[in-house]
Structure formats: structure tokens, C-alpha cells
């Protein structure tokens, strides 16, 4: 009997537990669950409803239209898809030209700052950390000033007698601007058809604008000493031994950095990665700060910020929450891509490094 | 009653409060149904209390109205409390949201055809006592479905703003202030040098649009129907077009100014376009710089300015003898002369336009406008149609004035279809 006893026991234990463990993170729960599942699926009723903002919209105020308000954004040929392309073209390039610069600096700032010959180390980890923990809000304020038309990056560019360009005010694209110093100033014919959600491809080739490069100096400046911390936690488990043994082997410095420490930050390289790809899909705090609601020409327009005014400037709720998630699925999707294309490929499975995080 | 006992019917009190919270809170249908008149019956006897959200210009603004509500409510034993919003829309749309909007706010005439389109005003203002002492003009962009609304509360025409100082060293006299647009173009290419340019205007219909009128064109006809890739806006563009790249004219952003007010303070540009507010922007910024108000010049349909207003907008069901009691104190033309003193506006009544003449003859430009201004056309999703418009007129200097315009009559084609 006493072989047999304990079972049940342990499973009264364990129910007992079990029982204790959720009422330890019921508040949790019910505060994840008032301030995000609730808002989410509000949220996702609101993008296929049409909300008219007033009063709660679970309470009969608004009602089901449907893939509408996605239609409109998708394949209506009006103004509200056009803007919707625009601020995907710009902050697609934003992302396109931050993410991979961002990791790459904050790499090579963290095996910089991880030298051990290095002296100041301290400093320098500070010094470039220093821009993370500054709001987002002061730094925007800060490069406007540094980007007027009369500014000191300008006065800079001056001195080495380039005439700078109106910076912030700028709504030409850097790939026009290239194209125009090759004489092609208007779109070819061949560009000039909109196949593509309403906006000509000559229009999806523009690049960033210069004022979006503006924002793409300061994104890289700002979240770099971020990045690099992370980086420079997982060189320090780089032991050693493994230096030595490269070395030992007659690698060269580059080929050490190449074949050995790269490969074992790939899961910090994955998780840059994603936070750079998720956090400038998001870009809004630069934007809605500069005030001049995506300008110019409507080149620093974002999703984010378009949901933002659609919904609370031109009261169109329905289109605003299909903003946001469009601009979700977006995110979800691009993560799943990078996550396949990081994969470990041509190791046999039980030889893997990091069996864990890799798929 | 025993101590549980006790503690049992407080949570049961605890569970109604929370209940009813609970209903307040999905309560904006019931708002809607007219609670207004129940509510009526207590104000006769004052003891309402009224919230009031506001977007100010500034200190003046601020403390102008807060004077007023505080006077209106000893006079009738009511409560009017000021918010001065820091970013109106928004926190006009959470209220909304939130089901329990303000009682009277300011709304522009950007905003107003979407809130009107989806029903959250109440229409009261055709009721007002001095509803037809405000101007026509007024009264159009705050219609919606040919009805009047809100009631307009004061509103700002444009002029053409002149640096007296360059004037005078560029050697032109009282004789030589341009009334046509060959003499505007000609001393703005006279006072232009090396370090100022003649003229300056926003990148914006709210400047631009002023020579579209000029020209007789516009967005809109009389009957609401799309214009705007007529000949005449056509014209209108051309000679903007014209007057930027021959240099004699330049946005404030490429003269290093935020604005034409400042570019006309910084000595950046001789002449700007520029509302009734650059009057107090100048007294602040820079009290040094002499300068003179003058109607801008006519094209060849005659004159023609913009106007800008904001309204008292009132939500649907909140239109309350108390409300309706403060919106005809607030727009009665004795308390918008007093705003007028305070913050610079034009009263929207025009009983009183010969008193602010009088008050302030050297801005009489403004008032002048009053007769001929066009406004914001009041067409839902007039607010995207003019970004777009905007976005396109920052690269007008090298675009194609038709091309624009004809985007933007597709554009509001769209909207005037729908609305």
C-alpha cells in the first residue's frame, strides 16, 4: 500500500501548488490581460468595425463592415491607400538602411570596447551607452537644431565647401537625388505605372528622403550604445580558450572574428535583429516630436503616425486600427523571414552551438 | 449588525459603485437620447457645471477665457472650468472615446466636418439669438448639411505683413504698395538682395490658397462641387510657381525660418503672407522690427484672402440651457471685443467690425478681408485632401501646377462623393 500511496498524494501537492502559483500571478494576469488583451481585441474589433469614436465600441456604437476598412487601405486607389503606401515606402527604407547599419556599428563598438589592451574602457562604454538612456523626445529636439538650414552640420559641411542641403525640409529622395546627378531628372516610362498599392514605382524607388536620413543618423546614433551592450555581454562568454585554440590553429585576427566569435553571437545577432526590426517599424516619437506631421512632402510619414492621425485627427478609428495591424503582420512577418534566413545551415543537427534558439 | 455582516454590504456597495461605474462608462448612447433636457431643468436655477477644453495660443488666451468663464458663472450661479489642451484633437477624440466629451470646446474647421459627418455635435448654433450677426462667410464653414452648427468664435484673415524699414531702403513709397500681381511681383523682386528675399509664404493652401482666390478659383464652387484643377487655380499656381524661381520669393524654411512670421522678424524676407497672429508673435519676438498691414494685393478675378476660424462645438446631446447660455456670452460681440484686446482675434460678429476697426486701425486689413475670404470647404476627410495638397506644394518650385491640381480635384472628387 505505501508503494501506492504516494502517487495521489503528489498530485494533491501538486494541485495545491499548481492552485498557489496562479493566484500568485492572477494580478498579473488581470493586469495584462486589462491593459493588452483587452485593448488588442478592442483594437481588432475597431479595425473591422465602423467606430465612430464616440462612447465604448463593445456597447452597440459601432458595427461590423467587414475587411472594409482594409479594402480601402489595400486596393481603394484613393488618397488613404496612396498614404499608406507612402509611409510604407518611408519607413521601409528607414528600416532598410538603420537595422543593418545599427548592428554593425554596435558590433564593432562592442569588440572595440571589449579589447582588453583598450585603456579608458569605462569611458568609452558610457560614452557610447550615453544616447540610450537620453529621451527620445531631447535627442529629436537636439538634431533638429544640429539639421536646420543654417545649422552647425551645415556650417561643418561649409567649412569643407559643400553647400549642405535643407536638412529636416528636404523632401527629396536620395536615389532621385543620385538619379538627377545622372540626368534623370522625371520618371522614365517604364517607372511611371502605379501597379503596386497606387504609388508609381518612380515613387517607391525614391529612397529616404534627405530629412529621412536625418532620422535614420539619429536612429543609429541613439540605439547603437543599446545594441552594444547586448553584444558585449555575449563577447564576454567568448572564454579564452576558444581565442587561444583559434590561434593556436594559425587564424588570423579577421578570421578568428569571421569563423569563431561571429558564429557564437549569432543568437545576440538574432535578437538585434529582431529588436532593431520591430522597433523601427514602429517609428512615431521623431515624427509626431518634429510636428510637422510627416512632412515634408509627406516623406517622413510612418504607419504608426498615420494611425495615429487617421484615427484621432480625421476621426476614421476603423482605418486607423487597420493601420496598425497591417503594420503588425508586417512586423510578425519580416521576424518569421529573418528568422529563416538565420537558421543554421549545413551543420548536422546534434552539432549545432546553439540548439536552443535556432530552429 | 454583525462585523461580517457589515463587511458583506460594503462590498456589496463596493460592487454596485463599481457597476454603475461600469454603465457610466458605456453610457454614450444614453447620452446621446437627450439627457440634455433633464439636466435643463436644474440650470434655470444655475448649479451647472460645465467643462470647457480649449486649445490656447498662449498665457493671454488662457487667462482672457479663464476670466470670462469665471464672470459668466457669477452671473448665473453656474461652473464653467478651463482646460487648456495641449494637443486638442487628441484629447477632444479621448473624450469622445471616453464617452464623456467636454462640455463646450474649441473645433476647427479642419476638424469639424468629421465630427459633424459622424454626429457628436449638437447642431444649436441657427438658434443662437445673434446667429445671423455672424458673417456669411463664417457661417458656410461651420454648415454641415446646410444646417449651422457651432457657433463661430472669433476668426483671422491673411494680409500681406511688410517690413517697413526694407521698404524704405529698397526706396519704394506709400504709392508703390502693390494692389495686382504684376506689382506684387515687381517690388518683391525689388526688395529682394543678397540677404532678404521679398516675399514669404508657407508651403501651405492656407497661404497659397489666397492667390487661387484671387484668381477666382478655389477648391470648391458655390455648391460645394470640386474645382480644383480649374484654370483659374491653374493661373493662380503658375504665378507662384513664377515668383519662386525667379528668387524673389522663397518658403521660410528655405530662409532658415520656422514661419513667415519669424522670417519676417529675422529680416530673412521683406514681405509675408501671414494672419492677424503675427501681429502678437512680432510685439513678443521682435518688438524692433517696424512694420505695416496691408490687404493683399487683387488678381484678375479681384480680391482675395483665406480666413480661419474655430467654433464652439457643443456634443450631441449636451446642448443645455447652461451650454447654449455660455456660447451666446462667449460670442456676444462686447466679450469678443475683449478677446480681441486680449489675444489679438477678430470678433465673428459683425456688429461690432466697425468698434475693432476703430480699436485697431492699423490691422483694419484684416477686417477687410472679412468680405471676401474663402474657408476651409466643410467636406469630410478635407483634412487629408489638404496634406496632400500641402505635401505637394513644398515641391511646387520644380512640379507641374496642373498635375497637382489634378490630383487634388481626384482627391476631393473622392471625399465630396462619399460625404
Not at chain 1, 517604364?190 to 536620413?213: R, Y
Not at chain 1, 547586448?230 to 580558450?241: D, H, R, S
Not at chain 2, 489638404?386 to 490630383?407: H, R
Amino acid at each position: 500500500m505505501s508503494a501506492v500511496d504516494p502517487g495521489p498524494r503528489r498530485g494533491g501537492l501538486h494541485r495545491r501548488a499548481g492552485l498557489a502559483g496562479w493566484i500568485f500571478i492572477t494580478p498579473m494576469l488581470v493586469i495584462l490581460g486589462v491593459f493588452l488583451v483587452v485593448p488588442v481585441v478592442m483594437a481588432l474589433w475597431v479595425s473591422v468595425s465602423d467606430w465612430n469614436g464616440q462612447g465604448n465600441p463593445f456597447a452597440g456604437g459601432a458595427s461590423f463592415v467587414g475587411s472594409t476598412n482594409y479594402a480601402e487601405l489595400l486596393t481603394g486607389g484613393g488618397l488613404p491607400q496612396r498614404d499608406f503606401a507612402t509611409s510604407l515606402r518611408n519607413n521601409g527604407y528607414y528600416v532598410l538602411f538603420v537595422v543593418p547599419i545599427q548592428t554593425a556599428l554596435s558590433l564593432f563598438l562592442a569588440v572595440m570596447v571589449n579589447r582588453r589592451v583598450l585603456r579608458g574602457r569605462g569611458f568609452f562604454r558610457t560614452a557610447f551607452y550615453f544616447p540610450s538612456v537620453t529621451s527620445s523626445v531631447a535627442i529629436t529636439v537636439l538634431f533638429l537644431f544640429l539639421f536646420t538650414a543654417s545649422g552647425a552640420v551645415n556650417r561643418v559641411l561649409a567649412v569643407v565647401s559643400i553647400d549642405g542641403p535643407n536638412w529636416v525640409n528636404d523632401p527629396r529622395g536620395v536615389l532621385h537625388i543620385v538619379l538627377g546627378a545622372l540626368g534623370v531628372d522625371e520618371a522614365p516610362a517604364a517607372l511611371q505605372a502605379a501597379p503596386f498599392l497606387g504609388l508609381s514605382w518612380w515613387q517607391w524607388l525614391a529612397g529616404p528622403s534627405v530629412a529621412m536620413c536625418v532620422f535614420i543618423i539619429m536612429a543609429v546614433f541613439t540605439t547603437s550604445g543599446t545594441f552594444m551592450l547586448l553584444f558585449l555581454a555575449a563577447l564576454q562568454n567568448v572564454t579564452g580558450e576558444v581565442m587561444e585554440a583559434a590561434e593556436v590553429d594559425g587564424a588570423s585576427g579577421w578570421q578568428r572574428f569571421w569563423h569563431v566569435t561571429l558564429p557564437m553571437l549569432r543568437p545576440t545577432v538574432f535578437t538585434v535583429l529582431t529588436l532593431g526590426l520591430i522597433g523601427t517599424w514602429q517609428l512615431f516619437d521623431q515624427i509626431y516630436v518634429t510636428g510637422n506631421a510627416g512632412g515634408p512632402g509627406k516623406t517622413t510619414l510612418t504607419p504608426a503616425f498615420l494611425s495615429y492621425s487617421t484615427s484621432f485627427n480625421n476621426q476614421q478609428w476603423g482605418r486607423g486600427a487597420a493601420i496598425a495591424f497591417l503594420l503588425f503582420a508586417i512586423i510578425i512577418v519580416l521576424t518569421a523571414v529573418q528568422r529563416w534566413t538565420l537558421r543554421e545551415r549545413g551543420v548536422p543537427r546534434r552539432r549545432r552551438f546553439w540548439r536552443g534558439v535556432t530552429p | 449588525m454583525s462585523r461580517s455582516a457589515r463587511r458583506g454590504s460594503a462590498v456589496g456597495i463596493a460592487l454596485a459603485a463599481g457597476a454603475l461605474a461600469l454603465a457610466a462608462c458605456g453610457g454614450g448612447s444614453g447620452f446621446d437620447e437627450g439627457t440634455g433636457e433633464d439636466t435643463g431643468g436644474d440650470e434655470a436655477t444655475g448649479g451647472a457645471e460645465l467643462d470647457v477644453l480649449i486649445g490656447s495660443s498662449g498665457d493671454a488666451e488662457t487667462q482672457a477665457v479663464t476670466a470670462a468663464l469665471e464672470a459668466w458663472s457669477t452671473e448665473t450661479g453656474n461652473t464653467a472650468t478651463l482646460q487648456a489642451a495641449a494637443d486638442l484633437p487628441q484629447e477632444l477624440s479621448q473624450g469622445f472615446a471616453a464617452g464623456s466629451p467636454p462640455d463646450l470646446f474649441y473645433l476647427s474647421t479642419d476638424s469639424f466636418p468629421a465630427y459633424a459627418a459622424n454626429g457628436s455635435l449638437a447642431p444649436y448654433a441657427a438658434g443662437l439669438p445673434n446667429a445671423d450677426d455672424f458673417y456669411v462667410t463664417l457661417r458656410d464653414s461651420f454648415s454641415f448639411d446646410g444646417e449651422l452648427v457651432c457657433a463661430p468664435k472669433d476668426f483671422s484673415t491673411l494680409a500681406l505683413i511688410i517690413n517697413t524699414d526694407a521698404w524704405e531702403a529698397a526706396g519704394l513709397t506709400d504709392d508703390d504698395v502693390p494692389t495686382t500681381w504684376d506689382e506684387l511681383a515687381a517690388v518683391a523682386q525689388t526688395l529682394t538682395t543678397d540677404a532678404q528675399v521679398g516675399l514669404s509664404f508657407g508651403p501651405e493652401w492656407q497661404r497659397i490658397g489666397s492667390f487661387m482666390a484671387q484668381a477666382g478659383g478655389g477648391l470648391v464652387d458655390a455648391d460645394g462641387q470640386p474645382i480644383a484643377n480649374s484654370a483659374e487655380n491653374v493661373e493662380a499656381l503658375t504665378y507662384v510657381q513664377g515668383l519662386l524661381s525667379s528668387g524673389s520669393a522663397a518658403y521660410p524654411a528655405d530662409i532658415g525660418a520656422g514661419w513667415g512670421g519669424e522670417a519676417l522678424g529675422t529680416g530673412a524676407a521683406a514681405m509675408v503672407i501671414e494672419g492677424n497672429w503675427v501681429i502678437g508673435a512680432m510685439t513678443n519676438d521682435f518688438p524692433d522690427i517696424p512694420y505695416r498691414v496691408v490687404e493683399l494685393p487683387a488678381g484678375p478675378a479681384g480680391p482675395g484672402t483665406l480666413q480661419f476660424t474655430n467654433c464652439w462645438g457643443v456634443p450631441a446631446g449636451g446642448d443645455s440651457e447652461a451650454a447654449l447660455s455660455l456660447v451666446e456670452y462667449l460670442t456676444s460681440g462686447e466679450q469678443q471685443m475683449v478677446f480681441a484686446e486680449a489675444f489679438g482675434v477678430m470678433p465673428s460678429v459683425e456688429s461690432v467690425a466697425g468698434d475693432w476697426a476703430a480699436q485697431f486701425p492699423e490691422q483694419e486689413p484684416f477686417i477687410a478681408g472679412a468680405e471676401y475670404a474663402q474657408g476651409v470647404p466643410p467636406i469630410e476627410g478635407i483634412v487629408d485632401v489638404l496634406a496632400d495638397f500641402n505635401a505637394q506644394l513644398e515641391s511646387l518650385a520644380s512640379g507641374d501646377p496642373t498635375a497637382i491640381l489634378d490630383s487634388v480635384q481626384a482627391n476631393l472628387e473622392a471625399i465630396a462623393g462619399t460625404s
